[in-house]
């Protein structure tokens, strides 16, 4: 190991000794798009929670798909914590991840080939035959983060210097900004909306089982008028 390399690992090691959050953890405007965001991880991973808890009785997911499901909340959990340093981009590439975990758990209690499908194309084709994410009510929402993956792949590609992470924006992280922070945080609200409505759709009776507490967190972070529109059709 060079001296170079010696001296920037122990710069390094010392800016992970003193990172700190404070500065930014205290800003009202920071707070105000962490909230809501949380409160969609919070209704996922209250989901999953009961599903473990009732599932060798009930039979509620297959195996494969608790799994994937768990594995789409992590990451959703993950672009939250990468959200909260500063890292914008990686926040975005993860919820891409979370959209194709999550559609892969949902779909596979039907179309169990799914599971084994590399194409990320094909997996949204086999998706769009299934009648948990294509039904009439179950479309709007499905179709809703299809789009937006479509939209964070631009970003996985690179596609256009709107999206390019130059080394010019590398900063010290933590960091707030407050446009970037408001759009990452818009995608990650959409997309977990849609994501929480589709679980209400596909596992409407089970929700209603759960625990009362359990029950009103997941139910809290719907809208109001998708709550309607969900207890209209499957009430």
């Not at 990172?19 to 909230?35: Q, S, T, V």
């Not at 789409?72 to 991840?97: E, M």
Request: positive net charge; hydrophobic residues 40%; charged residues 25%.
């Amino acid at each position: 190991m060079t001296k170079e390399i010696s001296q920037d690992f122990k710069r390094l090691s010392i800016f992970i000794e003193q990172f700190d959050l404070e500065n930014i953890a205290n800003k009202p405007e920071f707070l105000n798009i962490l909230k809501p965001m949380h409160k969609k991880l919070f209704a996922m991973m209250t989901f999953i929670v009961e599903v473990e808890q009732k599932n060798s009785e009930l039979n509620i997911l297959s195996e494969y798909s608790l799994n994937y499901l768990k594995e789409s909340v992590s990451d959703i959990g993950q672009s939250l914590f990468c959200w909260i340093q500063g890292a914008y981009k990686p926040a975005n590439l993860i919820l891409r991840s979370s959209i194709e975990t999550f559609v892969r758990a949902v779909a596979g209690q039907e179309k169990h080939e799914i599971f084994s499908e590399k194409n990320a194309y094909k997996i949204f084709e086999i998706a769009q035959t299934t009648t948990c994410l294509n039904s009439a009510i179950s479309k709007e929402f499905f179709d809703i983060i299809h789009h937006r993956y479509k939209d964070l792949c631009k970003i996985v590609h690179t596609g256009n210097f709107a999206v390019m992470a130059h080394i010019s924006a590398l900063r010290t992280f933590p960091l707030f900004a407050n446009e970037e922070a408001k759009k990452v945080g818009k995608d990650f609200i959409d997309i977990s909306t849609g994501m929480i409505s589709l679980v209400y759709i596909n596992y409407y009776k089970f929700i209603h089982k759960m625990h009362y507490k359990n029950n009103n967190n997941f139910l809290c972070a719907i809208p109001r008028s998708t709550k309607k529109k969900i207890n209209t059709e499957k009430g």
